[in-house]
């Protein structure tokens, strides 16, 4: 049996891109936040920024062949994506193929064990494995074994199946939603979007390369490790009760410091991601959702 193992059915997600061509390697390396200068097999993670160094988009990058690479999102529009890449293709030989409305997502929590007792290879991470039809690679939903399966519908139908069968448990994503927050890994755009820099979220140890060379946005993040420090972060807050709409505004006393990002609930208990500025902060108070209104959230001590 293996209950400790939770599924996400087979859903779709927000982004699926083939990217193909003869300069698909060198384009994309020159436009992507992190390393791509990897063996086929791999799987990266990084950022889509733009020319202020503001987060547009996230994904995984897998790279398929040579010059053959699949960009992967759970919740950056191919959308933004797309057009934030085709902006930059000028006699580049790239070609990008929209495959979103089609593409298949099955995901997996704990599940390093079960991935072998289905017979496909547990990937490590920074790479993705094949299982016939079916790609897996390491997820960002929670810390530790967390996997993203790529492939048809039916296939993974199939696979839920089996886990199902032998004991795990399927769970909705407002469920997920709660401990992805409480484990403190923000998402992209919800918690950091084309208004701030990937360091205000703290994705600069996963998401970024200091040392791969010139892409879009590469000068800002240079200047932000010269600088070593931001003048605002998000912060995991929580409370009880009816839970704040994303977007709140905070404050402390009369004083405007931030608002809110994604909110998760459970049995009564809200875990939001807050925006806040570090400017004469006081990290002992709580939080308002009106000028001297009653305390609400506090700081969350894993936050």
Same mark, same amino acid.
């Given at each position: 049996?293996?209950?400790?193992?939770?599924?996400?059915?087979?859903?779709?997600?927000?982004?699926?891109?083939?990217?193909?061509?003869? &300069?698909?390697?060198?384009?994309?390396?020159?436009?992507?936040t992190n390393?791509?200068?990897?063996?086929?097999? =791999?799987?990266?993670?990084?950022?889509?920024? %733009?020319?202020?160094?503001?987060?547009?988009? &996230?994904?995984?990058? +897998?790279?398929? =062949?040579? %010059?053959?690479?699949?960009?992967?999102?759970?919740?950056?529009?191919?959308?933004?994506?797309?057009?934030? +890449?085709?902006?930059?293709? #000028?006699?580049?030989?790239?070609?990008?193929?929209?495959?979103?409305?089609?593409?298949?997502?099955?995901?997996?929590?704990?599940?390093?064990?079960? +991935?072998?007792?289905?017979?496909?290879?547990?990937?490590?991470?920074?790479r993705f494995?094949?299982?016939?039809? #079916?790609?897996?690679?390491?997820?960002?939903?929670?810390?530790?074994?967390?996997?993203?399966?790529?492939?048809?519908?039916?296939?993974?139908?199939?696979?839920?199946?089996?886990?199902?069968?032998?004991?795990?448990?399927?769970?909705?994503?407002?469920?997920?939603?709660?401990?992805?927050?409480? /484990?403190?890994?923000?998402?992209?755009?919800?918690?950091?979007?084309?208004?701030?820099?990937?360091?205000?979220?703290?994705?600069?140890?996963? @998401?970024?390369?200091?040392?791969?060379?010139?892409?879009?946005?590469?000068?800002?993040?240079?200047?932000?490790?010269?600088?070593?420090?931001?003048?605002?972060?998000?912060?995991?807050?929580?409370?009880?009760?009816?839970?704040?709409a994303p977007?709140?505004?905070?404050?402390?006393?009369?004083?405007?410091?931030?608002?809110?990002?994604?909110?998760?609930?459970? /049995?009564?208990?809200?875990? @939001?991601?807050?925006?806040?500025?570090?400017?004469?902060?006081?990290?002992? /108070?709580?939080?308002?959702?009106?000028?001297?209104?009653?305390?609400?959230?506090?700081?969350? #001590?894993?936050?």
């Amino acid at each position: 049996m293996i209950s400790d193992v939770s599924v996400i059915p087979s859903h779709r997600p927000a982004t699926l891109i083939r990217v193909t061509g003869e &300069d698909a390697f060198t384009f994309l390396q020159g436009q992507f936040t992190n390393e791509l200068r990897q063996p086929p097999g =791999s799987a990266t993670y990084g950022l889509w920024l %733009n020319q202020k160094g503001k987060v547009l988009a &996230d994904s995984q990058v +897998l790279r398929i =062949s040579e %010059n053959e690479f699949l960009l992967w999102s759970e919740s950056s529009s191919a959308e933004i994506i797309r057009q934030r +890449l085709e902006e930059y293709i #000028v006699a580049d030989d790239v070609v990008l193929a929209d495959e979103t409305a089609t593409a298949h997502t099955l995901t997996l929590c704990g599940a390093g064990e079960a +991935l072998g007792q289905l017979g496909g290879g547990v990937p490590a991470p920074g790479r993705f494995v094949r299982s016939g039809d #079916v790609l897996v690679f390491c997820g960002r939903r929670l810390p530790g074994a967390s996997h993203e399966m790529v492939g048809p519908a039916k296939a993974l139908a199939e696979l839920c199946g089996q886990l199902v069968g032998r004991g795990a448990r399927e769970v909705v994503p407002a469920e997920l939603e709660f401990a992805r927050i409480s /484990a403190g890994i923000p998402i992209v755009p919800a918690d950091v979007g084309p208004g701030d820099l990937p360091n205000e979220g703290g994705l600069e140890d996963a @998401a970024i390369s200091y040392t791969k060379g010139c892409y879009l946005g590469q000068e800002v993040m240079a200047r932000l490790k010269n600088l070593g420090q931001v003048r605002r972060r998000l912060r995991v807050v929580r409370g009880r009760g009816t839970p704040p709409a994303p977007l709140s505004a905070l404050y402390q006393g009369e004083k405007k410091i931030g608002e809110v990002r994604s909110v998760g609930t459970q /049995a009564g208990e809200f875990v @939001a991601w807050a925006m806040v500025s570090l400017v004469n902060l006081a990290p002992a /108070a709580g939080l308002s959702l009106e000028p001297s209104g009653p305390v609400v959230m506090t700081w969350d #001590v894993h936050g």
